[in-house]
Nanobody, 121 residues
Framework: QVQLVESGGGLVQPGGSLRLSCAAS????????MGWYRQAPGKERELVAI???????NYVDSVKGRFTISRDNAKNTVYLPMNNLKPEDTAVYYC???????????????WGQGTQVTVSS
């Protein structure tokens, strides 16, 4: 019913930049929180950044000042420009959204398929 499609991952050198995008589509009535999570090899998935429908944001400490989450509510899209990337940012990044559809009376959690970000020289 809802699809989240990510784009923008890739290979970049330390200090470089990437911009992730995630577009939600389907039978969407409204989207509450949208966010990005990441999972590095051998580690648990962790929250990177989230943004509410009203624009309130929250970040994991390790990315503050380097990543900036934003969203376009008209396009059901969330963005994550990432600057000054470090090798420890290497992970699969997953888009997440809390969505109410035409078929549900509540919000449900949806995930994208993930996009690889590799920071290496």
């Amino acid at each position: 019913q809802v699809q989240l499609v990510e784009s923008g991952g890739g290979l970049v050198q330390p200090g470089g930049s990437l911009r992730l995008s995630c577009a939600a589509s389907g039978s969407i009535v409204s989207i509450n929180v949208m966010g990005w999570y990441r999972q590095a090899p051998g580690k648990e998935r962790e929250l990177v950044a989230i943004i509410s429908s009203g624009g309130n944001t929250n970040y994991v400490d390790s990315v503050k000042g380097r990543f900036t989450i934003s969203r376009d509510n008209a396009k059901n899209t969330v963005y994550l420009p990432m600057n000054n990337l470090k090798p420890e940012d290497t992970a699969v990044y997953y888009c997440n959204a809390l969505v109410k559809t035409y078929y549900s009376g509540s919000y449900y959690n949806y995930w994208g398929q993930g996009t690889q970000v590799t920071v290496s020289s």
